[in-house]
């Protein structure tokens, strides 16, 4: 059980993996106004940046889980490395379907709905840990403006122009869905080209180091094709966002 080595390989050196940046993270935390001590479960919790620094900076609490085993021990060196390995736990395992033995505060699955199955199933999946009258983060993605064909949207890594709703559509889905939308942090172009970019220097690395490796000419493919590719497309027209729900 673990990602695929493609995807490892492109955000082996990501301490965060989507689109925010550390400064981001740090706002968006802050607008919660939870209190020390909250308790958090991170479903597809990545290196675990978001939650080693809120439970440094803000005094949360919580477990992450992630089907990534490198991930995972990332997360569990940032938690040392920061001092909150006693408030913070990083479990190896599928997200899917993951529910806490305790109720939390604040359940949270940050780029990953697919564990979900798409963000209905996925607010309900973080539901089932959540305390009555607590709080739910979904990231999500949604169109900055809408594509101009099919092949544009298959160019943003969508199978279609249908898979991603514009930014009224989604907060209007989580309203369908019985949410509140009580707060947002969305990522920019600067902060898209961060967490882009940052795979093609991976990528290179591992070149570099893995000449007869058999992924190296998927590798090599994806290096040369991905730059343009992005400046084209994921730049212009898609957004990514984290939006703070709460049940009505």
């Not at 949270?108 to 199933?121: F, K, L, M, P, S």
């Not at 000449?211 to 898609?238: F, G, H, I, K, W």
């Amino acid at each position: 059980m673990d990602l695929p080595r493609i995807f490892t390989i492109r955000e082996s050196n990501h301490r965060i993996h989507n689109p925010l940046t550390a400064d981001k993270f740090a706002t968006l935390g802050e607008s919660l106004c939870l209190p020390a001590g909250t308790r958090v479960l991170d479903l597809a919790s990545g290196s675990g940046e978001m939650l080693c620094t809120w439970a440094r900076d803000l005094g949360f609490t919580g477990t992450g889980v992630d089907i990534s085993t490198l991930f995972t021990e990332q997360a569990q060196a940032r938690a040392a490395e920061l001092g909150v390995a006693d408030r913070v736990e990083f479990i190896h395992g599928d997200a899917a379907g993951h529910v806490a033995d305790q109720p939390v505060d604040l359940a949270a699955c940050v780029g990953a709905t697919w564990i979900g199955n798409g963000v209905a199933g996925t607010t309900e999946l973080l539901q089932r840990s959540l305390r009555p009258g607590g709080m739910m983060l979904i990231g999500e993605p949604y169109w900055r403006q809408t594509p101009p064909d099919e092949e544009t949207a298959k160019a943003c890594h969508a199978t279609a122009i249908a898979d991603f709703l514009g930014l009224p559509e989604l907060i209007g889905q989580f309203q369908e869905l019985g949410y509140d939308v009580v707060e947002m942090t969305l990522a920019d172009q600067d902060s898209w080209d961060r967490y882009a970019a940052a795979q093609w220097l991976s990528m290179r690395r591992w070149l570099d180091q893995n000449s007869d490796d058999e992924l190296t000419p998927e590798v090599r493919e994806e290096l040369t094709t991905e730059p343009a590719r992005y400046a084209r497309s994921t730049r212009e027209y898609l957004g990514w966002g984290v939006f703070a729900l709460m049940k009505r």
